[in-house]
Nanobody
């Protein structure tokens, strides 16, 4: 099964920004849905944002107005631009398409 590769995580102060990237070995633009998920310590994995094949986006209420999901078909990459980060955004972020398994994730830590 195809595994996405996530990157771009790191340590950032509250109020800061990060951009995560997700790529796969297959044509990511052909996926019915590509989603970004996160898992905070001690919590279940949750959907953060998703983008459909035709570009329709959906966001969790907790990130609306702060996060933007986008896709670059030329670079075969889905991005998650995260702005105005707060400590509750800390967690491991995963990318998954409707045709893939889970990748290794990328750690995002928001701390002063």
């Amino acid at each position: 099964q195809v595994q996405p590769v996530e990157s771009g995580g790191g340590l950032v102060q509250p109020g800061g920004s990060l951009r995560l990237s997700c790529t796969t070995s297959t044509n990511i633009a052909s996926a019915f849905i590509t989603g970004w998920y996160r898992q905070a310590p001690g919590k279940q994995r949750e959907l953060v944002a998703q983008i459909s094949r035709v570009g329709t986006t959906v966001y969790a209420d907790s990130v609306k107005g702060r996060f933007i999901i986008s896709r670059d078909n030329v670079r075969n990459t889905v991005y998650l631009q995260m702005n105005s980060l707060n400590t509750e955004d800390t967690g491991v972020y995963y990318c998954k398409t409707t045709q893939s398994g889970w990748g290794q994730g990328t750690q995002v830590t928001v701390s002063s």
